[in-house]
C-alpha cells in the first residue's frame, strides 16, 4: 500500500517537473522572440544549417563543387541557367556557395568545440584557485595570448603549416581559447564567493564536484551566448584565413577563396565576388542577431 | 597675531591641497609605471611565443632560407651563422640579444635586414591605422550620442540596422565593395598604393601627411589624404558600427538616472547634460571596445593592405608568410604585439582619467 502511494506522487511529481519544463521552454521562447529580429536570425541559421547538410540535393550542379572545367560556359553572368553567373572555369557559383556553407560551419563548430572546453576547464581552475600559484601562471599564460590580435596569432600559425582546412582551424583554435578562459576566469572569481559554494565547501564537497557541478552550469548562459556570437565570428576569421590562401585549398569551395580569386577580375565579373561577399554577410548577420536573441533571453534570470 | 593666524591656515590648507595633487599625480604615476612593467612582462613572453612558433613547427630553416637546391656544405653554413645547432634555449638568447639591439636578422624575400623593412613600412600602417581609429571614435561617438538623443526615431532604427550589417561584413568585403564602387562605377578615388606617381616627398617621419605637411607640398598631402579614404574607411566601418551601438546603450542606461532628471529640471541646457552627465560616465565601455577594435583592425589591415596595394608592414607580413620568411613573420608578429600593447596602455590611461576607480 506504501509502495504503491510512493509510486503515485513519483509519477505526480515527474509530471509536475515536466509540465515545469514545458513552462520554462515557453518562457524563454517568448523572451527570445520579443524581438523579431532574433527570430529572423534563427530562421536563417536553420536555413544555412539545412543547406550545408543536403547540399548535394539542393546544389543545381553539384559536380561543380569540385575539379571541374566547361571552358564554353566560363564567366557567364547570372542568367536562367546560372542563378549567379560561373567562374572562369564554368563553375556554378551557387552550387560552390552552398558546398562552402558546410565547410564554414564545420570550421566554425570544430574551433569553437575545442577551444571553448579549453578555455573554460583553464578559466575554472584558475578562477577556483585564485592567488595560488598555478592560477596566477594560467592568467600569465592567457595575458600573452591576449597580447596579440587573434587574426595576427591564427596567421602567424597557419603560415607556418601546411595550407589547408584543418591547420587553418588549429590555428584559431590556437589563438581562441584564452578569450573564453579569460571570460570565465571573470565569472568563476565571482561565484566562488556565492554562500552556496562555501556551503559545499564546509561540507567537504570534492574540488571538482564544486568545479564542474556547482560552478560550470553557471557559467552557461556566459558560454552559450558568446558561442553563438563567436559563430559568426569564426566564420568572418576562417574567410579571411582562406583569402590569403591559408585554409580550404582549391578546388574545393571556399567563400574567403571564391573572394579572392574574384576581386581580381574587378569590375567585369563583379558577380564572382558579390554573391560569396554576400553569402559571408548572411551568415554572420544570422549568428549575430540569433546571440542577440539569446543573450536577451539568458540575461534576466534562469528561465 | 590673528592675522598671521590667518596666513598660516591658508598656508597649511595650501600645502595641503597641494600634497592632495601630488598624492594623486603620485598614484598616477605608480598605475603608468606598473601599466609598462607589466607590459613589458607580456612582450617578454609573446617574444618567447612566437619564437617557439617560428622554430619548432615548419620544417629545417636553413632549407626554407636557401632553397631546396641549395648544398649541404652552404646549408650547414647558415646553420653555423644563425646559430641553428644549438638547443632551444640558447638560440632564443641568441635571438633576444640581437632583437634588442635592433636586428631581426636577414629578410629571405627582399635580402635586406627585417629591421630596415620594418622602419620603411611601419609608419605606412601606422598611418592608415591612426586614420581609421580618428574616424572611428568621431564617427561611432557622434553616430551613438545621435542615437540616443533621438532615441526611437527613425535615424535611430536606421543607424541600428546598418551597423547590423556593419558588424556582419568584414573588413576585406568593405574594402573590395569601395573598391567597386569609388574606382570603377564612380572613379574619383585612387585605389592603388599610398600616393600617386609624380608627387615626391622626402621621408622624414615616414608619415606621408606629416612629410608633405613639412615639405609645404598640399597638393601631395591631398593626394596621400585620397589614398587613406578608401582602406581606412574600410578598416574603420565595423568599428564604427560596434562603438555607436556600445555608446548608444550606456548613455541609454545612463539617461534614466536620478541626477540626469533633476539637471534637465533646474534648467540646465539639454546639450550640457548630455555632453556632462550623459556621455561621459558612457564613454569608459565606448573606449574599451575601441581598443578591441583596434586590435581587429591590426588583423584586418593584413587584408586591407594586400587588395589597396598598400606599401604597409602588414602587405610585407603577408609577403612574409606566404613565402614562409620567419625573420620577417617573427618581427612583424612582435611589432603588432607592442603596438597593440601600446593601445592598451594608452586606453587604460584615458580610462582612468574618466573614471578614477579604475586607479585603485
Not at chain 1, 77 to 89: I, R
Not at chain 1, 238 to 250: I, T
Not at chain 2, 188 to 197: F, H, K
Request: hydrophobic share 50%.
Amino acid at each position: 500500500m506504501t509502495n504503491r502511494r510512493s509510486n503515485v506522487t513519483a509519477e505526480a511529481e515527474r509530471q509536475a517537473r515536466k509540465r515545469a519544463r514545458v513552462e520554462n521552454i515557453k518562457r524563454s521562447w517568448y523572451k527570445f522572440s520579443r524581438n523579431k529580429m532574433s527570430v529572423v536570425g534563427l530562421v536563417i541559421v536553420i536555413l544555412i544549417v539545412l543547406v550545408a547538410i543536403f547540399q548535394e540535393a539542393i546544389a543545381p550542379y553539384p559536380q561543380h563543387a569540385r575539379q571541374y572545367v566547361d571552358f564554353i560556359n566560363a564567366n557567364k553572368a547570372p542568367c536562367g541557367q546560372f542563378l549567379l553567373g560561373t567562374d572562369a572555369y564554368g563553375r556554378d557559383i551557387l552550387s560552390r556557395i552552398i558546398f562552402s556553407f558546410r565547410n564554414a560551419l564545420t570550421m566554425a563548430l570544430g574551433v569553437l568545440l575545442v577551444s571553448v572546453p579549453i578555455g573554460v576547464i583553464m578559466g575554472l581552475i584558475a578562477g577556483y584557485y585564485k592567488n595560488r600559484i598555478g592560477s596566477t601562471l594560467i592568467m600569465r599564460i592567457i595575458d600573452i595570448f591576449l597580447s596579440l590580435p587573434s587574426l595576427v596569432l591564427a596567421l602567424a600559425v597557419a603560415a607556418l603549416l601546411e595550407p589547408n582546412l584543418f591547420n587553418s582551424m588549429m590555428a584559431l583554435t590556437f589563438s581562441w581559447w584564452a578569450w573564453y578562459a579569460r571570460l570565465i576566469y571573470g565569472k568563476v572569481s565571482s561565484i566562488r564567493n556565492e554562500y552556496y559554494i562555501q556551503s559545499a565547501e564546509l561540507i567537504g564537497v570534492g574540488k571538482i564536484r564544486i568545479l564542474f557541478q556547482e560552478i560550470l552550469p553557471n557559467c552557461f548562459s556566459t558560454i552559450l551566448t558568446k558561442m553563438t556570437l563567436d559563430m559568426g565570428v569564426v566564420i568572418l576569421m576562417g574567410a579571411s584565413l582562406s583569402f590569403v590562401g591559408l585554409g580550404e585549398q582549391p578546388p574545393n569551395p571556399a567563400l574567403g577563396t571564391m573572394i579572392s580569386d574574384g576581386y581580381k577580375t574587378l569590375p567585369d565579373n563583379w558577380w564572382l565576388t558579390l554573391f560569396p561577399a554576400l553569402a559571408i554577410m548572411l551568415i554572420v548577420l544570422a549568428f549575430n542577431l540569433l546571440g542577440d536573441g539569446i543573450s536577451d533571453m539568458m540575461s534576466s534570470g534562469e528561465g | 597675531m590673528p592675522r598671521l593666524w590667518a596666513a598660516a591656515c591658508i598656508a597649511g590648507r595650501w600645502s595641503l591641497l597641494i600634497s592632495g595633487r601630488m598624492e594623486v599625480k603620485m598614484k598616477t604615476l605608480k598605475f603608468i609605471l606598473h601599466r609598462f612593467l607589466w607590459s613589458l612582462f607580456v612582450l617578454f613572453g609573446l617574444s618567447i611565443l612566437i619564437f617557439c612558433i617560428a622554430r619548432v613547427i615548419p620544417g629545417d630553416a636553413a632549407t626554407m632560407a636557401l632553397g631546396t637546391r641549395a648544398t649541404e656544405e652552404a646549408k650547414e653554413m647558415y646553420r653555423e651563422q644563425n646559430h641553428l645547432n644549438e638547443s632551444l634555449p640558447v638560440q632564443y638568447v641568441y635571438w633576444l640579444k640581437s632583437a634588442v639591439q635592433g636586428d631581426f636578422g636577414q629578410s629571405t624575400q627582399t635580402r635586406r635586414a627585417v629591421a630596415t623593412d620594418i622602419k620603411e613600412f611601419l609608419p605606412a600602417t601606422l598611418e592608415l591605422i591612426l586614420f581609421a581609429a580618428i574616424l572611428e571614435i568621431v564617427g561611432g561617438i557622434l553616430l551613438g550620442v545621435l542615437c540616443a538623443r533621438y532615441a526611437g526615431s527613425w535615424f535611430d532604427n536606421l543607424i541600428r540596422i546598418v551597423s547590423y550589417v556593419g558588424i556582419s561584413v568584414p573588413a576585406f568585403v568593405w574594402a573590395i565593395i569601395f573598391m567597386l564602387l569609388f574606382s570603377f562605377l564612380w572613379p574619383i578615388l585612387p585605389t592603388i598604393g599610398r600616393i600617386s606617381a609624380g608627387y615626391t616627398v622626402p621621408s622624414v617621419t615616414g608619415f606621408m601627411l606629416i612629410d608633405s605637411l613639412l615639405a609645404g607640398n598640399f597638393a601631395a598631402m591631398g593626394d596621400a589624404f585620397k589614398h587613406l579614404i578608401m582602406p581606412g574607411t574600410a578598416l574603420a566601418l565595423t568599428g564604427i558600427a560596434q562603438s555607436a551601438r556600445i555608446t548608444r546603450g550606456s548613455m541609454m542606461e545612463n539617461v534614466n538616472k536620478d541626477y540626469v532628471g533633476s539637471e534637465i529640471a533646474s534648467g540646465m541646457p539639454l546639450r550640457r547634460v548630455y555632453a556632462r552627465y550623459v556621455l561621459r560616465p558612457a564613454a569608459a565601455p565606448t573606449i574599451a571596445i575601441i581598443a578591441l577594435d583596434i586590435a581587429a583592425m591590426l588583423g584586418n589591415a593584413f587584408l586591407v593592405e594586400v587588395i589597396y596595394s598598400y606599401p604597409g608592414i602588414s602587405k610585407y607580413g603577408i609577403n612574409a608568410i606566404l613565402n614562409k620568411d620567419l625573420n620577417a613573420i617573427v618581427a612583424v608578429v612582435l611589432i603588432i604585439g607592442i603596438t597593440f600593447l601600446l593601445v592598451n596602455i594608452l586606453v587604460d590611461l584615458i580610462s582612468s582619467v574618466l573614471d578614477p576607480r579604475i586607479r585603485a
